[in-house]
């Protein structure tokens, strides 16, 4: 069990440019979630994934957010032309999914995205 | 309305010490999850202790405990022996229903700085 992992751990990107994020869950877990957290703030929730299905989407996802998680391994994540307003960290998690509400959630540690 | 409030933005507390991290909750749902993450400069949330609506008895993971009112719709976070290591930002977080796949939301956070 390697944990979460994420890549790139930080990012700097002009506005305007489009960015990937990539998230390897826990092998095994068919749950994965993305959140977003601004400096001083809790996460807040953008979508998660049961297998390759995305299920909910957070109103914060706007059209300019995509998220692909195929064949159920892997996701990324890709910010479209990218605004100040998205710099953030982007934290990855997954669950089992084994549908138990005392479920905890694994997370990775994070890509820091700044948009100059 | 703020489904997870965190009243306390920072904490000193002494090492050795015992600390209190407040959490005050709203739902309607009579089934749900409370959930305390610990995230230290590093950036990784890692999972320190759950309680469950219907569960009879405070939960309890070590040196950390979780006093639940659950009248009052609060959980509060007890570290108990306060240690260096125990510096860093603290989440509580509730998971709504049955279903595991619903989202966690979480608080704003509380900081705490253990002195020496």
């Known amino acids: 069990d390697t944990g979460v992992s994420q890549n790139p751990r930080h990012k700097i990107t002009k506005r305007g440019q489009n960015v990937t994020f990539r998230c390897d869950p826990i092998?095994?877990?068919?749950?994965l979630y993305w959140y977003r957290q601004t400096l001083g703030q809790g996460p807040e929730f953008l979508t998660y994934?049961?297998?390759?299905?995305?299920?909910?989407k957070s109103r914060l996802l706007s059209d300019r957010f995509s998220a692909e998680r195929p064949k159920g391994s892997f996701s990324t994540l890709e910010i479209q032309r990218t605004e100040q307003g998205d710099s953030a960290m982007y934290l990855c998690?997954?669950?089992?999914?084994?549908?138990?509400?005392?479920?905890?959630?694994?997370f990775g540690s994070g890509t820091q995205l700044s948009v100059l | 309305a703020q489904k997870i409030t965190q009243t306390q933005p920072g904490m000193f507390v002494q090492e050795k010490e015992a600390v209190t991290l407040d959490c005050t909750y709203d739902?309607?749902?009579?089934?749900?999850?409370l959930f305390w993450y610990k995230q230290p400069s590093s950036g990784e949330m890692i999972f320190l202790i759950y309680?469950?609506?219907?569960?009879?008895q405070n939960a309890t993971e070590g040196r950390y405990s979780l006093n639940f009112q659950k009248a009052r719709k609060s959980a509060n976070l007890v570290i108990s022996a306060s240690q260096l290591g125990d510096s860093a930002m603290y989440f509580c977080?509730?998971?709504?229903?049955?279903?595991?796949?619903?989202?966690?939301?979480f608080g704003g956070g509380t900081r705490v700085l253990v002195k020496p």
């Open positions: 998690a997954s669950s089992e999914g084994q549908g138990v509400t005392n479920e905890k959630l694994f």
């Open positions: 092998s095994e877990h068919n749950r």
């Open positions: 994934f049961q297998n390759e299905a995305q299920l909910e």
């Open positions: 739902t309607s749902d009579p089934s749900y999850g």
């Open positions: 309680q469950g609506s219907y569960d009879q």
């Open positions: 977080a509730m998971r709504e229903g049955m279903a595991a796949g619903n989202k966690l939301t």
